[in-house]
Structure formats: C-alpha cells, structure tokens
C-alpha cells in the first residue's frame, strides 16, 4: 500500500500568482500522477512525472503553466502558474504501488 | 486519444431501487477501476477488474468488465441514502488511468 500526503490541502489565491503543490508518498515509486478535477467534472490526468526525466504533459497542459518536479522516488511537486479562476479546482497526485492506485486527499484550490 | 465514456451522466432513484452505470472505452483497457466520490469528498477506490469477463461483488455492489475490455458496469441492489455520490470508472492504458465522466446517484429517502 501507500499513503500520500498532499499540501496544501486548501487555499485561495490571487489571480495572476502561482502556487505549488507538494506530493508525498510513505514509499518509493517510479511513476506519480497529477490529476485535476474542476468543479462538477470528472479527474483528468495533467501529467506523469518521472524521477529522473522531464514530465510527461497530457493533450492540453503544457510545462509552462504547470511545471513539475520529481526531485527523487517520494515525493514530486505540481505548480499551477499564473492562476485565473479557471484554475479553480481540485488537484490531485497518485500512484500506483503495485497493481493499485492510490490518491492523496487533494489540494483545494480557488482562485479569485 | 484514450476516451472512457459512462452513462447516466444523473440517476435519481428511490431509496430501495436499484441503480446501475455504464461505463465504455475506446480502446481495449488492460484494467478497469471504480471509484466512489462524496460530495466535498475525494475519490475513494472502489474495486479493480482484470480479467475479460470478470464479476466481482461487495456486498450490494455487483461489479462487471466486458468480455472484450472495452467497457463495465456497476449496479447496486437496493440502494441506500448511504451510496449517495459520484461513481467513477477509470480505464487504465499501458501506464496511464483514464477516468471516465462520472454517474451523479441521488437517493431519494
């Protein structure tokens, strides 16, 4: 199994700031995810983030709005820059250990 | 892309009816996951299919994946104002997990 822990767990930010999110797990993985869930909608994957390389973006996000890191096997980062209230939403790390994924409890994010 | 489809996009049913969502995928899924989210709530895991065909049960839960991997279902037997949520099914690609558009369950008491 594995225990994430995600911070922050909630805030609200100023439009035009960034903000980064940390992710970490209780155990080493190879592969983190970064989800957003917006408001209503289901979770899309944003990227994979590998240790060791660049991210892998999904259709539609790009390094330059959400950079990510993944300094080693426990833990990797999310930046949601220069917010505006379309940010607004859940995000959300996982990973998988071994057949099953697993989810931190998100970071709440509204942007005003 | 990899796209996973579910429907209903709303079920309301009568607390004691049953309810059952759809799930279907573009493409052959080397697994399929559910997920249960509460209102306020994150998605909490549910259950992992696998093999073509396979059923599995937890308790009122009934859970189904395709003979071809392609889609799934999950019904519930006489639902209760507990099961009240979002369900969430989500293909998973290669390495990736695709989640599908949700099924909104209102139980009405």
């Known amino acids: 199994s594995a225990v994430i822990s995600q911070k922050p767990s909630r805030d609200i930010c100023q439009r035009g700031t960034s903000l980064t999110i940390q992710c970490q797990v209780d155990s080493q993985v190879t592969m983190m995810f970064w989800y957003r869930q917006q408001p209503g909608q289901s979770l899309t994957l944003i990227a994979t983030?590998?240790?060791?390389?660049?991210?892998?973006?999904e259709s539609g996000f790009v390094i330059d709005k959400f950079p990510i890191s993944r300094p080693n096997l426990t833990f990797s980062t999310l930046t949601v820059s220069n917010m505006s209230p379309e940010d607004s939403s859940i995000y959300l790390c996982s990973v998988y250990s071994g057949n099953t994924i697993y989810f931190g409890e998100g970071s709440w994010l509204t942007v005003v | 892309g990899q796209q996973v489809m579910q429907i209903p996009q709303y079920q309301h049913v009568q607390e004691g009816e049953d309810f059952t969502t759809y799930c279907n995928s573009s493409?052959?899924?080397?697994?399929i996951q559910w997920y249960k989210q509460r209102p306020g709530g994150h998605p909490v895991f549910l259950i992992q299919l696998v093999k073509s065909g396979e059923v599995k049960k937890q308790k009122r839960l009934t859970f189904q994946f395709g003979e071809a991997k392609k889609n799934s279902s999950l019904h519930i037997t006489a639902t209760q104002t507990t099961d009240v949520g979002t369900y969430f099914c989500a293909g998973r690609f290669t390495d990736k997990l695709i989640f599908g558009t949700g099924t909104r369950l209102q139980v009405f008491p």
């Open positions: 493409t052959t899924l080397s697994n």
């Open positions: 983030a590998n240790q060791g390389s660049e991210a892998t973006y």
